[in-house]
């Protein structure tokens, strides 16, 4: 990379380019190796991992954790809860979303501010866990999964974020459509969605990325195995301390190395994917803050 | 122009409304189908459990349901300000809230300055995407990582620590400790995601101001001190205070996993509290009492942080 001569003359001296390496260097080691180890662990017998101080790789490679995981049955059931939920619940909750987010970004609509206030009531005062939890019973959906979808179904500071970034989109794409003869809907299906695509690619990633972590609601609506997601069936293998979790000590996993390759399974579906887009989630989090 | 009609707001009378609201419905049918979805969600999820509120003024029975239950007024308030665990999850939500928001905002102010100063552009890039990653994994994740690496007998930060010749330090259940390692992990964990926003506002800033102080003799401190820092300052100030609306969640999923009865009296925060409360011990009231509580603080804090940001220029949240 040719440097011109005010990049030259602008240069960090040498000793800071120094600090500067040794700064991002430890930051990325304490992100990265407890991590590794954890992997490392999880391919290791424990024995292994107990006389290494540190594990740079994995002595006596062996994947024993992980069948004795998968063998104790409730994995699959847990990851398939997961995928279930967050699937349906991402496309309902991108669905809704996005046409409440339209519908009030149109200056014509009548009831408009109501509604708004509305959303802005609700996600400044939170009813509290009990009357949620009661009003989730009365309905019928206590230890279903659907309780799991349809409790988190919208987040209110996304649909705001939204409804701005459809109140920024020019007006003119409306009126030429009108002008075309396209009525409400098509306005919205065929000419503001295709357009939004950015904001509904990023919404996409945070919510699927919310689903996919959330477990409190697992604590909060559920009880037993069956409903478990991913990370709820991790909690409850780690920790022991908890009274709910105690009545179903079969779950209790012993095991150091089990519980290091439950933790990989968790949390290496998002790992995976996570490198590649980054950036897209660095752009939603700007699009959501930064006006302008 | 479309709407020069619409745009003028009659005051209307609540049956006039109604009419109005019958006639823009015939008009536009579609566009109330779009939204009723999420109407519905709202009031059957948001709006119905809101009653909850009145848990906190009445002695609830699980029998006798929110309406059955007796009055009984500010009793349960009361007995909150009495009580010393409330007050001790209060002040320890306080003191990590604000430790939190003031370590979290220095932490991430100076990432977005360092990695500013990185001039090659892939090396960067790599280093984001690694620091930006603890964010994207839960606290059960990473409190278990956690729990490994602060482990007294063979954790690797003892053993580090050990290896230069101290003495082990215990971070997992020591009260003194538990509130400074809450506070610097979630410096990591979310350090990285929080510099993103300054990050942007750095890029934004104007490169011939740079250039034109070098000429002018500034070395690159001096360029950090008097272009980088003040025109950052807004942004900074604006996500200060807006974080300050959210110091009575001091962070549930972080302390839930990582507690435990050792650390109580400087580790239990309001949420924590109200869940053993709410639901294991049964005392429903207790738990509403003190949700309401800190919902009410909350958004008045919430809403006096916007007026805030708003009168210094800003952009509030609405």
């Known amino acids: 990379m040719k440097k011109n001569a005010w990049e030259k003359m602008n240069a960090n001296p040498w000793w800071f380019k120094l600090i500067l390496l040794l700064f991002f260097g430890t930051l990325c080691l304490l992100t990265l190796y407890p991590m590794w180890d954890v992997l490392m662990g999880s391919f290791m017998p424990l024995s292994a991992y107990m006389n290494m101080p540190i594990r740079l790789y994995p002595k006596n490679f062996t994947v024993a954790a992980y069948t004795g995981l998968f063998q104790m049955g409730d994995v699959l059931r847990a990851l398939g809860n997961t995928v279930f939920v967050t699937v349906i619940g991402t496309a309902l909750h991108m669905l809704f979303m996005n046409m409440a987010a339209y519908v009030l970004s149109r200056r014509y609509f009548y009831g408009r501010k109501v509604v708004l206030k509305m959303v802005l009531f609700a996600m400044l005062f939170y009813g509290g866990l009990i009357p949620s939890y009661i009003n989730a019973k009365n309905l019928g959906l206590i230890d279903t999964l659907w309780v799991l979808i349809l409790v988190p179904l919208i987040n209110p500071y996304y649909l705001i974020v939204t409804r701005t970034y459809y109140m920024g989109m020019p007006e003119s794409l409306e009126e030429s459509a009108r002008l075309d003869g396209a009525g409400d809907f098509t306005v919205f299906f065929r000419i503001y969605v295709p357009s939004a695509l950015p904001i509904i690619a990023t919404m996409c990633l945070f919510i699927t990325v919310d689903r996919w972590n959330n477990y409190t609601n697992n604590i909060y609506y559920t009880s037993g195995n069956n409903t478990d997601t991913l990370q709820m069936m991790l909690y409850r293998m780690l920790n022991n301390t908890d009274h709910a979790v105690a009545e179903f000590s079969e779950n209790l996993v012993n095991d150091k190395s089990r519980r290091m390759a439950g933790i990989v399974i968790a949390a290496a579906p998002l790992m995976c994917i996570y490198p590649f887009l980054q950036k897209y989630f660095a752009k939603g989090l700007m699009i959501g803050s930064i006006k302008g | ?318």
């Open chain 2, 1 to 318: 122009m479309l709407s020069s009609v619409e745009n003028k707001r009659k005051r209307r009378s609540p049956v006039g409304a109604c009419k109005e609201l019958l006639r823009q419905v015939k008009k536009h049918p579609v566009l109330y189908f779009m939204l009723i979805p999420c109407l519905a969600y709202f009031v059957i999820f948001k709006y119905v459990p809101m009653q909850g509120f009145l848990i906190a003024f009445k002695n609830f029975r699980a029998t006798k349901g929110i309406w059955g239950s007796a009055w009984a007024g500010t009793r349960h308030f009361e007995l909150l300000f009495r009580d010393a665990a409330f007050r001790s999850a209060f002040r320890n939500t306080i003191i990590i809230s604000v430790s939190k928001i003031i370590v979290n905002f220095v932490f991430s102010f100076l990432l977005a300055l360092m990695l500013n100063e990185f001039r090659s552009q892939k090396l960067r890039g790599t280093v984001q995407t690694i620091i930006y990653l603890p964010h994207f994994l839960t606290w059960v994740v990473i409190g278990s990582l956690l729990n490994n690496m602060f482990s007294l007998s063979n954790g690797v930060v003892n053993e580090i620590i050990k290896w230069f010749g101290g003495k082990p330090i215990n971070l997992t259940t020591n009260p003194a400790n538990f509130r400074g390692m809450l506070v610097i992990t979630e410096a990591i964990k979310e350090g990285g995601w929080n510099s993103i926003i300054y990050m942007a506002a750095i890029s934004s800033i104007d490169t011939q101001m740079y250039e034109a102080a070098c000429i002018d003799g500034a070395n690159r401190w001096k360029q950090l001190l008097y272009i980088t820092i003040p025109s950052l300052l807004p942004t900074a100030t604006i996500m200060l205070i807006l974080s300050l609306s959210h110091v009575l969640s001091a962070g549930f999923d972080q302390v839930y996993v990582l507690y435990n009865p050792a650390v109580m009296e400087t580790g239990d925060i309001i949420d924590t509290l109200i869940y053993r409360k709410a639901l294991m011990n049964v005392n429903y009231s207790y738990g509403a009492a003190a949700d309401l509580l800190k919902g009410v603080i909350s958004a008045s804090l919430i809403l006096a942080t916007n007026k805030a940001v708003k009168l210094l220029g800003g952009e509030g949240m609405f």
